[in-house]
């Protein structure tokens, strides 16, 4: 079956430092791939996705991604944290038979000032 | 420009109550969604409906009923509500054709005491 694993619940970064989220996915044909931002009381939107080509994708608000087939992984990085940033993040598998997206458990992100 | 609508925000229900999630998308796609989402467990697929005329089972269909009115409308019901259906309702509507991800609403707030 499909699945994402984020192995980090919660990450505390300082504000201006660097930031990797971690992402493992298990499935069987190439993966399509997408990263969500969820800020409080609020719907998850849309920072970047994967379907093929380059693996290093860029995303909205700064973020990029890259995909490692031999490695399962599709982390999330920003070089340089902004305050704002602080939300929960969500790591999502497309599967097929209705375009369903499998999520991870989701990473929550805290910057300190 | 609305994108994804969901009626009520917030609603608390007596155990045994009933109540529909009412859902709406204005970017014509074909595809329409119910996750919720729980602590912890990040964004569980309820039901969907891959195009207008069709519903399948998600992962926790127990307890839930969908209808996909129209292609602009996908409701969820609870014909009796139980405390362990408390959670955060998202609907989210997507056409992967174009190469998106989903387009989420805000979500709805459910408290069953």
């Known amino acids: 079956a499909q699945s994402v694993t984020q192995p980090d619940i919660h990450i505390t970064v300082s504000e201006g430092a660097s930031l990797e989220l971690r992402c493992n996915y298990s499935y069987g044909a190439t993966p399509y791939l997408f990263w969500y931002v969820q800020s409080p009381g609020q719907g998850l939107q849309l920072l970047l996705k994967y379907f093929s080509g380059d693996t290093l994708v860029q995303g909205i608000k700064g973020f990029e991604a890259e995909f490692k087939r031999s490695q399962s992984s599709f982390n999330l990085r920003k070089p340089s944290v902004h305050w704002s940033d602080a939300a929960e993040y969500f790591c999502a598998v497309l599967t097929g038979g209705g375009n369903k997206l499998t999520f991870g458990t989701g990473t929550q992100l805290k910057v300190e000032l | 420009n609305a994108g994804v609508t969901q009626t009520p925000k917030f609603q608390v229900l007596k155990t045994g109550q009933s109540m529909t999630l009412q859902c709406a998308q204005d970017?014509?796609?074909?595809?329409m969604y119910w996750y919720r989402q729980d602590p912890g467990m990040g964004l569980r697929l309820i039901y969907y409906s891959a195009s207008e005329g069709t519903t399948d089972k998600g992962e926790v269909p127990n307890g839930y009923n969908v209808s996909r009115l129209n292609k602009r409308e996908f409701s969820l019901r609870l014909e009796s509500a139980a405390p362990s259906q408390t959670s955060v309702y998202f609907c989210a509507s997507s056409e992967f054709g174009r190469g998106d991800g989903y387009t989420f609403g805000s979500g709805t707030r459910l408290t069953v005491v």
């Open positions: 970017m014509n796609h074909n595809s």
